[in-house]
């Protein structure tokens, strides 16, 4: 199976909150992140999570990581129309390369 | 602020044809790298580079080919193409290794390719 897993799709209504999850699968991952790709354009850094820490919030979002579990979760609440996008779930390997789930779309009825 | 640049935007190539998509990034970044983006799949790891004159494969390294001369630039050539390799493709620097940091990397926009 593949390194990282997420669900494919997300759909929600506007002003709800926005729960994403993750599986990874290396341990010894330092550093877990959330990146945004919007149609037609690169990926961009959301946030990310030091692998010695349970949550990290950061405005709107929020993020858990249960390392015995290997998961990782990105919460954004009160969803906009305009976080419409896929999300990736990345681990970082020490090989200095990181491992991309296969995103989530998500999308976010008015 | 210019950031990762990528060239062309969109490109069909017949099969068997070669072709160098373009990346240059004006950060004065170290690393660089190149991913492919096949539809519905997370991003793979062609090569990539930890400085001028340095790269190294990735993940799926086999049908390409890069260089690093200078430090801005970062080519990725395709020398006989394949169906297979159609895919949009990033062009991605840093200026530490990413997965140690908290450093995040900077992407292009993407080079869409088709290979018919």
């Known amino acids: 199976g593949e390194d990282v897993e997420q669900s494919l799709f997300l759909s929600v209504r506007e002003g709800d909150s926005s729960v994403i999850n993750c599986t990874y699968t290396?341990?010894?991952?330092?550093?877990l992140y959330w990146y945004k790709q919007e149609p037609g354009a690169g990926l961009q850094l959301l946030t990310y999570?030091?692998?010695?820490?349970d949550m990290k919030q950061d405005q709107r979002l929020t993020v858990l990581l249960n390392k015995k579990d290997k998961h990782l979760s990105l919460r954004i609440a009160d969803t906009q129309t305009g976080d419409s996008a896929i999300y990736f779930c990345?681990?970082?390997?020490?090989?200095?390369?990181?491992?991309f789930g296969k995103g989530t779309k998500l999308s976010v009825k008015p | 602020n210019a950031g990762v640049t990528q060239t062309p935007k969109f490109r069909i190539l017949k099969i068997g044809q070669s072709m160098t998509l373009q990346c240059t990034q004006d950060?004065?970044?170290?690393?660089m790298y190149w991913y492919r983006q096949d539809p519905g799949m997370g991003l793979k790891l062609i090569y990539y580079?930890?400085?001028?004159?340095?790269?190294d494969k990735g993940e799926v390294p086999n049908g390409y080919n890069v260089s690093r001369s200078t430090t801005e630039d970062f080519p990725l050539r395709l020398e006989l193409a394949a169906p297979s390799q159609t895919s949009v493709y990033f062009c991605?620097?840093?200026?530490?290794?990413?997965?140690?940091?908290?450093?995040?990397?900077?992407f292009g926009s993407g080079t869409q390719l088709s290979v018919l």
């Open positions: 991605a620097s840093s200026y530490s290794k990413q997965s140690a940091t908290n450093e995040k990397l900077f």
């Open positions: 290396d341990s010894s991952s330092t550093y």
């Open positions: 580079s930890v400085g001028a004159g340095i790269t």
């Open positions: 999570i030091f692998s010695n820490m």
């Open positions: 990345a681990e970082g390997r020490s090989q200095g390369n990181l491992i």
């Open positions: 950060m004065n970044h170290n690393y």
